[in-house]
Nanobody
Framework: VQLQASGGGLVQAGGSLRLSCVAS????????MNWFRQAPGKEREFVSA???????TYYSDSVKGRFTISRDNANTVHLQMNSLKPEDTAVYYC????????????????WGKGTQVTVSS
């Protein structure tokens, strides 16, 4: 199983970025696709998740209203990040989990390598 995240970069505060994650290696049709992030010196935190049924999206309070998660198909998920703030600076990871939704990173089944997002003030 591989999860490949892309789309990170450097952007000014107030700008936008779109992250993508492509999963391969097995069927992800029933998996919940997640985004986490980790800033230097901080613990990895939940950002957003999307299930396989319509309307099953989840967001942390810190990104709600600014970030939008979407899913093209079973294997591809995007995170549209608008109105970015310097505190959004982190390495963003996609992860997948089968079963019920959870925001706990310890319960993820697979992780991809991260993509760096840097927001300048």
């Amino acid at each position: 199983v591989q999860l490949q995240a892309s789309g990170g970069g450097l952007v000014q505060a107030g700008g936008s970025l779109r992250l993508s994650c492509v999963a391969s290696g097995r069927s992800f049709g029933s998996a919940i696709m997640n985004w986490f992030r980790q800033a230097p010196g901080k613990e990895r935190e939940f950002v957003s998740a999307i299930g396989w049924s319509v309307g099953s999206t989840y967001y942390s309070d810190s990104v709600k209203g600014r970030f939008t998660i979407s899913r093209d198909n079973a294997n591809t998920v995007h995170l549209q990040m608008n109105s970015l703030k310097p505190e959004d600076t982190a390495v963003y990871y996609c992860a997948t989990k089968w079963g019920s939704y959870t925001a706990y990173s310890q319960e993820m089944d697979y992780w991809g390598k991260g993509t760096q997002v840097t927001v300048s003030s």
